[in-house]
């Protein structure tokens, strides 16, 4: 049969142990993506600028923008590079800002050199350089860097300004060309990057509603696993937590325990003083029995004006000592001005085997008993081999 073992009030239990709380996710986190591709982006940057000014130099073919746009670019790309370590991640919208101006700016200058050549010598195949899959790219890095709801415009806007240059070539230009270059021009140029812009607009757009969908689910979660009041968890989340915690407790052989706990008198407290100021003692005990239990145990708002604490690797001859040290700091805590608070706590210790509904009525009957005793004290209730 469990035998109920009362504590009375008494001084002493020692310091209470630090208590550590977890964040609550990194809001950083996006920044930080960013911030690590773009120092991949800019060293293929420079590479790719540096290789085409370089080839050019080599091959004795290269002109004023390999000379003074590409090779230059390479070293602006490496000096954007070094700027990026010294950068934090939440200022990464510069270096962002600073990609989207040089990068869009040397694809947009090499159209515009190219059909300056077409323009003035005509086509010649040697030196013809199909610059479309830049194009491209430039309008899917400002899609995929800028916000949703305004990269579209950005990419449209340098789509646009790629179709007037063509638009003012081909009202200019007197030369003939090859049918398979104004074919080029007609499907690479006019049609392939609003293909694109379109596709890859809705991509992100049905990426930021799956983002905010599963955004809201999680606060739906989170709603459901915690209380509203206190913030703590509720008793759904006990039965995640307990399955967890038994778990560990059969994998390393660690003792686990369990209290019941409820304030002493609380209905006097609500309609004394009103509601109100029964949330506000609420939301304090809260606060004070997640700063005195260890960072490894857990508080639960099992109800009303009852919490549950889950304490892992507490032995069953400390667990009187811990109750007991909680009490005294409910009783000391300035709760209620002017009043003192107290409870009363039914503890018991968790055998392996056992579910959360034996833990329970076993925690209950401690806290009953001490109610029974004259409240404000701790009651462990030990549980027999058989159970």
């Not at 991640?89 to 600073?98: D, F, G």
């Not at 990269?151 to 003939?176: E, H, I, P, V």
């Amino acid at each position: 049969m469990d035998e109920p073992t009362v504590f009375g009030k008494r001084a002493g239990g020692g310091p209470p142990a630090p208590h550590t709380t977890s964040g609550h996710g990194d809001i950083l986190r996006p920044q930080r993506t960013e911030h690590r591709l773009l120092r991949w982006l800019l060293p293929l940057f420079a590479l790719g600028a540096g290789a085409a000014g370089l080839a050019a130099e080599v091959q004795n073919t290269a002109s004023w923008y390999e000379r003074f746009v590409l090779l230059p670019s390479a070293f602006l790309f490496i000096v954007l590079l070094g700027w990026s370590f010294l950068t934090p991640p939440h200022k990464v919208a510069r270096l962002r800002a600073s990609i989207l101006v040089v990068v869009p700016a040397i694809a947009l200058t090499g159209w515009g050199r190219q059909l300056w050549d077409l323009h003035r010598d005509g086509f010649d195949p040697s030196v013809y350089l199909d610059l479309s899959p830049w194009l491209i790219f430039c309008a899917a890095l400002f899609i995929f860097l800028l916000p949703a709801r305004s990269s579209w415009k950005f990419a449209a806007g340098y789509y646009l300004l790629s179709l007037a240059m063509l638009g003012g070539f081909s009202m200019t230009n007197q030369k003939a060309l090859p049918p398979t270059v104004v074919s080029e021009f007609l499907i690479n140029i006019v049609i392939a990057p609003l293909i694109f812009i379109v596709l890859l607009s809705a991509f992100t757009k049905l990426r930021s509603d799956y983002a905010r969908a599963r955004a809201h689910a999680s606060d739906m979660r989170d709603l459901a696993m915690h209380d509203r009041l206190t913030h703590l968890p509720n008793r759904h989340a006990f039965m995640q937590s307990f399955r967890r915690a038994k778990a560990r407790q059969a994998r390393n052989q660690t003792p686990l325990c369990a209290m019941l706990l409820d304030i002493d008198h609380f209905k006097r407290i609500n309609d004394t003083y009103g509601h109100q100021v029964g949330d506000d003692v609420l939301v304090r005990l809260a606060g004070v029995l997640a700063r005195e239990l260890r960072g490894t145990d857990e508080v639960f708002r099992w109800g009303g004006e009852e919490f549950l604490v889950l304490l892992e690797e507490t032995p069953l001859k400390h667990l009187g000592e811990v109750a007991e040290r909680l009490r005294e700091a409910v009783e000391t805590a300035p709760l209620l001005e002017g009043v003192k608070v107290t409870i009363s706590i039914g503890a018991t210790h968790v055998l392996p085997g056992e579910d959360e509904i034996q833990v329970n009525l076993r925690a209950d009957r401690g806290l009953y008993a001490s109610k029974e005793a004259g409240r404000n004290r701790v009651t462990v209730v030990e549980a027999s081999a058989r159970a």
